[in-house]
């Protein structure tokens, strides 16, 4: 069956620093999905990527979906302390499967 | 964007009793919600989908006796815990879509189970 790998499980960075997460799925995603979820908070939609090779920015985030289909990511440059929580890739179609999500914390 | 709340946001409560979780959407109307379950510093895991008129389709492992879920209306779908145990204590959180076929969720501010 379909396997999604989501890595690393943590990430500490000095305040500054860049932080990205991937995630890697044995098999082609339709799409695939990113949240941030903050520290006692509900996860809140960040993006949607859908088309192969797809890169997207949110101002200090970057966004990518690989040419298969089967790898993203998210690259934060220049951490800040409000990019403090859980980042978690989901996928599927409406029914979503949420991936192991990375707990970033910043040192300020 | 689309607002969903949950009722309430925390909830403390003895073994054995049965506890009801409230998920609306309050300004779209939603034909199909969904209930996840998160426990600590793990990810969410998808119960149930809450589908408006007809029965809930549940996953795997969870069991529907013990999850009750009923979606009376277009704005409402309820999740109550039945004969709760310490186990069952999590995070709940439901989520909806304004779109049909749309992957996007909107999810709710989630609910504290705690179980004595």
């Known amino acids: 069956g379909q396997q999604v790998m989501q890595i690393p499980q943590y990430q500490h960075v000095q305040e500054g620093e860049d932080f990205t997460t991937y995630c890697n799925s044995s098999?082609?995603?339709?799409?695939i999905q990113w949240y941030k979820q903050r520290p006692g908070g509900h996860p809140v939609f960040l993006i949607q990527l859908v088309k192969s090779g797809e890169v997207k920015k949110q101002k200090r985030l970057t966004f990518q979906f690989g040419e298969a289909k089967k790898n993203s990511s998210l690259h934060i440059t220049a951490t800040q302390t409000t990019d403090v929580g859980t980042y978690f890739c989901?996928?599927?179609?409406?029914?979503?499967?949420f991936g192991q999500g990375t707990r970033l914390t910043i040192n300020p | 964007g689309a607002v969903v709340s949950q009722h309430p946001s925390r909830v403390i409560c003895k073994s054995g009793t049965s506890v009801k979780i409230e998920c609306r959407s309050l300004?779209?109307?939603?034909?199909?919600m969904f209930w996840y379950r998160q426990f600590p510093k793990q990810s969410l895991m998808l119960m149930a989908t809450s589908n408006e008129g007809s029965k809930a389709t549940y996953e795997q492992g969870v069991e529907k006796d013990k999850f009750l879920i009923n979606h009376a209306s277009l704005t409402l779908s309820t999740l109550t815990v039945t004969s709760a145990h310490p186990e069952d204590s999590s995070f709940y959180i439901c989520s909806a879509s304004p779109w049909t076929g749309q992957e996007t969720q909107y999810f709710g501010p989630g609910t504290r189970l705690l179980v004595l």
């Open positions: 098999t082609t995603l339709s799409n």
């Open positions: 300004d779209f109307q939603a034909t199909t």
């Open positions: 989901a996928w599927g179609a409406q029914k979503l499967v």
